[in-house]
């Protein structure tokens, strides 16, 4: 059986394998619910990148939103990757799994004075502004502590991503960015606001996009931007096309990276850009199919009625694994180990009080109670938008390297989810 995704994640006969690890034997050695990725996978997916832009000055900055465990951090660090922030918690992961500020960039449209000052004491790159007000509140900060905060401007090219609308973020109308119309003026007030220098423009239209087409459509937009803001003087030395490249979770076929990455070069050098500094901020395409989220079958539910469902319920829920009940997002879900009989068609639903609590439905499954399935490409915005709804605690995370698996974070107890409450007094 041929799945779809990373090759890292593949049957070998009837047993499921992430590397040289049979999956079911990780879910025995450290429970269930259980996240666990391919640090190979990872790898691969950034050297995708890497040999796009060799060459060229670049630096690729994960965003650690899509999976911010720190051992996962740590193998991007390692690897030479720069990091895309949108809190003081994600800066203090970084710097926790040894990256360099110098190499961080701080997005988000909604960064508190306090996180400002956090980032400008240990020194980030850049940061990447969204608003006229958050560029005025940036400025007063930085002059009140005697620092220069370096910026570029999140500007929204108003293209469409062609993604779910959640997900989509350079539509006018969306929340993120600066309005292209505004970009010009706000550049020219930046340039004029103590404490910030201008180092770049950014953009960035959305996740999951599985065409060239809007981000060839928003670098041109930029590009016409970038000769419209220089004609006034102003330099902008990087330009940071942010990330949103989609995978394959089922029968998407996005453009790998190097196709994107070489299409956005060719354009760029056809427009006499060549020169500048090129970032980009990939999230899920580095680390979504690189991960598994491995559950058990609790209990089997079948419908007495002819048209019924029939249900196959799981210990993982909405509060491991968000994305279906968020975004109706279809994941793969296949066997641990695969068994002989005729698959049922179940909806595979977890033990939380929600009727949107699914992971998959209509899935033909041969299955029993006490079998392991795993949710395919789970290894971005799966574990980082954990909760802990129904005072659940969330999943251990190991990261596999061939046949070695470190444990990467442990299973949360219930004492731990409640530490910090406090009873009233009697
Ligand atoms: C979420 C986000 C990313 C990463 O998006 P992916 O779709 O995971 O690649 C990059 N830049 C910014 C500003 C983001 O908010």
């Not at 009989?341 to 977890?350: A, Q, R």
């Amino acid at each position: 059986m041929k799945l779809p995704g990373s090759p890292h994640v593949a049957y070998r006969g009837d047993v499921l394998m992430l590397e040289d690890c049979p999956v079911a034997d990780l879910a025995a050695r450290f429970g269930t619910p259980l996240y666990a990725y391919s640090q190979g996978a990872m790898h691969s997916a950034l050297a995708a990148y890497q040999r796009a832009l060799e060459g060229r000055d670049h630096l690729i900055c994960y965003a650690v939103k899509a999976n911010s465990n720190l051992a996962v951090l740590q193998t991007f660090a390692r690897a030479g990757c720069g990091f895309d922030i949108v809190s003081a918690g994600e800066l203090a992961r970084v710097l926790a799994a040894g990256a360099s500020p110098s190499k961080v960039v701080f997005s988000g449209v909604g960064k508190t004075r306090a996180e400002m000052r956090e980032a400008l004491d240990v020194g980030v790159m850049c940061f990447n502004i969204e608003s006229e007000a958050e560029l005025e509140a940036l400025s007063a900060v930085a002059s009140e502590t005697g620092r220069t905060a370096r910026i570029s401007l999140r500007v929204n090219p108003d293209v469409d991503a062609k993604t779910h609308p959640y997900i989509s973020t350079g539509l006018k109308g969306n929340k993120f960015g600066i309005a292209h119309e505004r970009a010009v003026a706000v550049y020219a007030r930046a340039a004029a606001l103590p404490g910030i220098e201008i180092v770049g423009i950014d953009c960035h239209i959305g996740s999951q996009i599985t065409e060239i087409d809007p981000y060839l459509d928003a670098l041109d937009r930029m590009l016409d931007l970038v000769e419209a803001i220089e004609a006034t003087g102003v330099t902008l030395h990087h330009l940071d096309l942010g990330g949103g490249l989609g995978i394959t979770y089922t029968d998407e076929q996005p453009p790998s990276a190097g196709e994107l990455i070489g299409a956005l070069l060719q354009r760029i050098d056809v427009r006499g850009h060549g020169h500048r500094k090129l970032m980009f901020e990939p999230g899920r395409s580095l680390v979504g199919n690189a991960g598994v989220l491995v559950t058990e079958v609790l209990y089997l539910k079948p419908s007495d009625d002819a048209d019924g469902k029939h249900f196959c319920i799981v210990d993982a829920a909405m509060n491991d694994m968000a994305r279906p009940a968020m975004y109706e997002a279809w994941m793969g879900i296949v066997p641990c180990r695969l068994r002989d009989g005729p698959p049922v068609t179940y909806d595979v639903v977890g033990p939380v009080c929600e009727s949107g609590d699914w992971l998959g439905r209509d899935r033909a499954l041969a299955v029993q109670a006490g079998d392991h399935l795993a949710l395919l490409s789970a290894g971005a915005y799966g574990m980082s938008m954990a909760s802990n709804y129904n005072t659940r605690g969330r999943a251990a995370e190991v990261m596999v390297s061939g046949g070695e698996a470190w444990l990467i974070r442990e299973r949360e107890t219930p004492a731990e989810l409640f530490r910090g409450e406090h009873l009233l007094p009697t």
